[in-house]
């Protein structure tokens, strides 16, 4: 489906939201803030393990949980093999007003640039105070066995 730009400011971000956590939920709650409606593109599994390891929850069961988020409007599982393409693709389709991302993303300066060309707002969110993150959970899970 392709969107047309209206006055509801879409909001577009993605993630691999593995491991659902409040850095996870604070993101998301500080995304749709910004506009008046949040889409949020899930990595596949494949997207995962393509960019940092096997995921811990399965796709599936990651779109159920962001799909029942209050603050999401809309979500889906991503099917590009990397974060990059997935982005340009779903950004061309949904044509968001705002796109909200990490100063930590790994492909930060390419999303400038994808921003950049089709005119969309970046905002930028910083990562929670505290260690929430996947990677964090799964040490302390490991620490903890």
Sequence with gaps: MTYIRSCVRRVFVSGCFDLLHTGH???????????DYLIVSIASDE??????REPIIGEHDRYLMVRALRCVDECFISRGK???DDCLQYVKNFLPDIWVVNY???????????????NIGLVYNNRPEGNWSTTHLIEKIKCSV
């Design 47 to 52: 997207t995962i393990r393509a960019l940092k």
């Design 104 to 118: 930590t993303d790994q492909n930060l300066a390419k999303k400038v640039n994808l921003a950049e060309q089709f």
């Design 82 to 84: 990397n974060d990059n």
């Design 25 to 35: 939920l604070e993101f998301l709650e500080f995304a749709r803030a910004q506009g």
